[in-house]
């Protein structure tokens, strides 16, 4: 049987049986040594412990699910900046406002290593969750930063080479919003309106616990899939809605699947803002491909609804461009999602328009100012630095090559400070003995947020690449040319497809900023 399932072990004694590679190497590594302290000279306006253990939620009708799951718990500041999420395995919600301080006390108390990464915030290298700097079980790491994004709508989860597809897989995500002076003079929907939403997708076996990899090569090639699509945490999510405005936050947090959202209806989407924040204007879509780790933060107006009335956010089909090997193996050898391939239609929630409200809003026809980068000020404007999305030897590269901790190529060297302008490219087709495998793959660059120049081959619409985005989604074909600013902190700091099983067989690298100004 070629379709054998592994059962995924959630225990506070380890992932026993998941593709861990080198596992043990990964503590041995003479890493740096964690950030056990708490400084002195450092005054948070959240002072929180996160803490990462195994637990169990009910999730399907009948027994409770084994997760793993980030709990908070607040030392210092205000209540509503650490918010957990109802009837999910998802972990807080934290809120910060730009110029914040923030000292997370994270806590490992699992018995694989782990570390957090803030997917999309602009730290120090050392505050950003690198897997050299992973902690065993037991130990904790603080983590003190300044935000220093503009609001928007950024996530946590672990980071640790080879385990952050079963980590993130398992419950280990969460939201962190950050919030500014100019989102709040924008006039949007907030409060009780202003609503977040994690997808992710899910397998169960009959007694309700998650089902992963079966450990077949083929299915980590793919990524993993799952046939229930959940919405922050939960199987059967709907919204109920007043007749009014909405600000509804889209998170992608699968590790493989993507999303080509739409309304059932066919309605557009108003597009406000993505991964970085709020766009300058809105825009619309008649639909929106959203990558994993993507965001995207849509208008919804349901003023002109009847009470009574229903509609859903759907996933509409879509080809997923996968050709040859891809899609014969899929089928053959395919996860938990055998029943639900990247591309299928379905439902991701049902909108109910239950009650009628009398509060009128407009769609404000300017969001905020986004200071556009000038090619001409990069360092490369016309010879982009080109990094090849291709599979050697079976596993994904880019520019041939797979993670190693510390390595660092020399177009992986960067200037502090320096704006570069960065090519990456999904060739798609024609690798030899894979009979032409090619698959999307969501390109994320950690510590920033970057600028999308030019998008080549386009084969989908639905790509809303007008604002600040840490996460570019390249169909097979496609070469999308980024401008990247390397500011304020030097040292290591990772980028990688962020379909998580890509990920952990080591489709990421280093870049390396360097303080060149300080040498001389
Ligand atoms: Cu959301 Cu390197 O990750
Ligand atoms: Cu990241
Ligand atoms: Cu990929």
Redesign the pocket.
């Known amino acids: 049987m070629i379709n054998r399932r592994q059962f995924f072990h959630i225990t506070a004694a380890g992932a026993a049986g998941l593709l861990t590679g080198g596992m043990a190497s990964l503590l041995n590594a003479g890493v740096a040594r964690a950030a056990i302290h708490v400084s002195s000279d450092f005054n948070p306006d959240l002072d929180v412990v996160l803490k990462a253990a195994a637990d169990e939620i009910p999730i399907l009708p009948g027994a409770p699910t084994d997760v793993w799951r980030f709990k908070g718990q607040l030392l210092d500041g205000d209540p509503s900046n650490l918010v957990d999420m109802e009837r999910s395995y998802l972990g807080p919600i934290i809120r910060a406002r730009t110029g914040q301080k923030i000292r997370i006390r994270f806590n490992n108390a699992m018995a694989d290593p782990t570390i957090v990464?803030w997917?999309g915030l602009h730290v120090p290298a050392e505050m950003d969750g690198h897997p050299r700097l992973v902690i065993p079980g037991g130990e904790t790491y603080v983590y003190e930063f300044e935000i220093r994004n503009r609001a928007g709508t950024y996530?946590y989860?672990p980071?640790p080479h080879g385990l952050?597809g079963p980590q993130v897989y398992g419950g280990l995500a969460g939201l962190f919003l950050v919030s500014d002076d100019e989102e709040e003079a924008a006039g949007l929907p907030s409060g009780e309106y202003d609503i977040p939403l994690v997808l992710q997708d899910r397998a169960f076996d009959r007694s309700n616990q998650l089902i992963y990899l079966s450990g077949h090569h083929m299915e980590q090639m793919n990524g993993f899939l799952g046939d229930w699509i959940m919405v922050n945490g939960q199987p059967d999510f709907s919204l109920p809605v007043a007749t009014r405005a909405y600000r509804l936050r889209l998170l992608n947090g699968s590790n493989a699947r993507i999303y080509r959202l739409a309304w059932k209806d066919g309605r557009p989407l108003t597009v406000i803002g993505t991964d970085g924040g709020l766009l300058e204007e809105p825009v619309q879509r008649r639909y929106v491909m959203l990558g994993p780790?993507e965001r995207v933060e849509l208008w919804a107006d349901f003023s002109n609804d009847a009470v009574g009335s229903e509609t859903a956010l759907v996933s509409l089909p879509f080809d997923d461009g996968m050709l040859g090997g891809g899609r014969m193996g899929r089928g053959m050898m395919g996860g938990g999602g055998d029943g639900l391939p990247n591309g299928a239609g379905f439902t991701i929630f049902r909108v109910g328009v239950n009650r009628a409200e009398e509060t009128v809003l407009t769609l404000p026809q300017r969001l905020s100012a986004i200071e556009r980068y000038d090619p001409a000020d990069a360092v490369n404007p016309e010879d982009p630095k080109r990094f090849h999305l291709v599979m050697r030897h079976m596993a994904w590269t880019i520019n041939g090559r797979t993670f190693q901790m510390e390595q660092v190529a020399a177009e992986e060297r960067v200037a502090l400070n320096s704006l570069e302008v960065w090519e990456f490219i999904n060739e798609g087709g024609g690798m030899g003995m894979m009979g032409g495998m090619a698959m999307p793959h969501p390109i994320?660059l950690?510590g920033m947020q970057f600028q999308v120049l030019q998008r080549r081959g386009v084969t989908h619409e639905g790509y809303v690449d007008e604002g600040w985005k840490d996460?570019v989604l390249l169909m097979p074909g496609e070469r999308v040319r980024v401008l990247a600013r390397f500011g304020d902190y030097a040292g290591l700091f990772?980028y990688?497809c962020?379909n998580l099983e890509h990920?952990d067989m080591g489709m990421?690298r280093n870049y390396l900023v360097e303080n060149t100004a300080s040498a001389a």
């Open positions: 990464h997917h996530w989860h980071h952050t780790g994320h950690h996460t990772l990688h962020h990920e990421m």
